[in-house]
């Protein structure tokens, strides 16, 4: 077989089979009728010329056969995720990719998924694999090729033009579509994420905030607690108004809610460095975050304040990345484990770091397993099991709308327990410190909603589970009271809001983002 034939038929193969999220996709805002039936038989047909075109640019007598298999390989997971979860293979998707730990992954895995992998990955491959290529001399290659790419790229044109009134209003006014097309969204993605995240040499991480200082010393010295949560949207916490009682220790605490909180981004990767770094949502990139301190690093600058960072989700996403840093995933560190160590463990032994503290302030930052998807049965204790019946499995799509509900409240549930727990231990201290605990959560997350779950749609796509989010603060002393609570805030002010609780003098401080003041 030729290159050209097994690129048409590889071609076929993807635009078929690999690409049913797009096509659904494309049928809800263009129903399959009339003149759209036209419009969307060439859409098929422009994704398939795109393909081979592409195929082609990339085709060798070495590299052929190794560029289509890794596709298959790669394509088969991505399509098993978009027709399961409706997520979106981009950039930020690809960095959570590239963050996930083993533990996480296994959480994923399926029948279903190595299903897809054999059928559209594996078998398609093996094919490929076997199939004898006919490689002529070069100059007949060079000019077959050539003939291939011209011809597809004539056939694009001609199909963009032929329809243009149909392709302007799908780029323009439909521009999240092709964000489900496969294999060529996630391709790019892969070059957008590189874009972003590799710098030509070391990152130098800019220091802000060199001033800051604590003038008069706080007296008596803050003891905050900070708790980052995970997938917590606020429509399902009862202290919002949620019908299901999901919040029924904390409601007994004396906190301060805030109905609504919006969060920077819609996954960990994004949100967490985000949320704590200088910028604002509008001028975060990642980038920017890893490559400028953050508000941790300007509460160090002080040298009156010990920070300590545990983490039961996963790392601090570069936050903490010049301060201590404590792994509570594993049961070497973490006392409290079953199935998994859980987010009360990271409480055990924090006495004795408060005591070893001598005259300093003290912010220590717990960052939860919470409510970490699609295994939400399995991040709370049996006897949080309030809610039944619960969805046992990783593939929610076969779960009922109620069954994932319960899941996902009763993990609810547990981050309820463990908050008002670390409430309870921090009232140990009020009469020697000035206590406080901040909760917020990284992001929302879809629970079937539309057919979308988890979280990590882009930001101007994705639904409002995904991006409003739980937030609340406690204070020892029931002090301002005066907060405006139903005032719209964001993690844009987080940065500003620990300078401010800790009395920071510094000229990145902006009072007016401040919540407190
Ligand atoms: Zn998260």
């Not at 963009?160 to 006014?173: G, L």
């Not at 937030?471 to 964001?490: C, L, R, V």
């Amino acid at each position: 077989m030729t290159q050209t034939r097994l690129i048409l038929i590889t071609a076929l193969l993807f635009t078929l089979f690999s690409n049913l999220s797009f096509f659904t996709n494309v049928i809800e805002v263009y129903p399959f009728e009339g003149m759209n039936i036209l419009y969307i038989l060439s859409l098929a047909l422009l994704l398939f010329t795109f393909m081979v075109f592409l195929f082609t640019l990339l085709s060798s007598r070495y590299t052929t056969k190794a560029i289509l298999i890794m596709m298959l390989i790669i394509s088969s997971f991505t399509s098993y995720f978009m027709d399961s979860y409706h997520v979106v293979i981009d950039s930020e998707m690809i960095r959570n990719s590239m963050q996930t730990d083993l533990a996480e992954s296994l959480d994923l895995f399926s029948v279903e998924m190595i299903l897809y992998l054999i059928i559209l990955g594996i078998v398609p491959s093996f094919f490929i694999y076997k199939i004898e290529l006919k490689i002529d001399s070069f100059k007949i290659e060079f000019f077959r090729k050539l003939k291939t790419i011209l011809l597809s790229l004539l056939v694009i044109v001609l199909i963009v033009v032929s329809f243009s009134k149909f392709y302007t209003s799908f780029f323009r006014e439909h521009k999240s579509l092709r964000y489900y097309t496969n294999p060529t969204y996630w391709i790019y993605s892969i070059g957008d994420y590189i874009s972003k995240t590799l710098n030509s040499g070391e990152v130098i991480v800019k220091p802000i905030g060199l001033d800051a200082n604590i003038t008069t010393p706080n007296r008596p010295h803050k003891l905050v607690i900070m708790v980052v949560g995970e997938a917590t949207r606020a429509d399902h916490l009862s202290l919002n108004g949620y019908d299901k009682e999901t919040n029924p220790l904390l409601k007994r605490e004396n906190i301060i809610n805030f109905p609504k909180f919006y969060s920077c981004g819609t996954s960990t990767a994004y949100s967490v460095p985000c949320m704590f770094s200088i910028y604002n949502r509008d001028d975060y990139s990642y980038k920017k975050g890893i490559s400028t301190q953050n508000v941790l690093d300007v509460l160090d600058h002080t040298k009156k304040v010990s920070i300590l960072w545990r983490d039961n989700n996963s790392n601090s996403k570069g936050v903490a990345t010049r301060l201590t840093h404590q792994n509570f995933k594993t049961s070497e560190n973490n006392t409290i484990c079953d199935i998994e160590c859980r987010d009360e463990g990271m409480l055990v032994g924090l006495d004795r770091y408060i005591k070893e503290q001598k005259d300093r302030d003290i912010l220590i930052i717990l960052h939860q397993m919470g409510n970490h998807g699609p295994a939400y049965y399995k991040r709370y204790p049996k006897s949080f099991e309030k809610f039944t019946p619960v969805c046992k499995t990783n593939q929610l799509e076969k779960c009922s709308k109620e069954s994932i509900n319960n899941a996902y409240d009763n993990a609810l549930l547990y981050s309820d327990y463990f908050l008002s727990k670390s409430i309870n231990f921090l009232k140990k201290y009020n009469n020697q410190f000035s206590t406080t605990l901040l909760y917020i959560s990284d992001h929302g997350e879809s629970l079937g909603e539309n057919g979308i779950y988890l979280h990590g749609m882009p930001y101007f796509i994705a639904p409002n589970a995904q991006k409003h989010v739980g937030a609340f603060i406690w204070f020892g002393d029931n002090s301002h009271n005066d907060i405006d609570k139903e005032k719209e805030y964001s993690q844009d002010n987080l940065f500003h809001t620990l300078l401010g609780l800790f009395n920071v003098k510094t000229e990145v401080y902006q009072k007016e983002m401040d919540i407190l003041r």
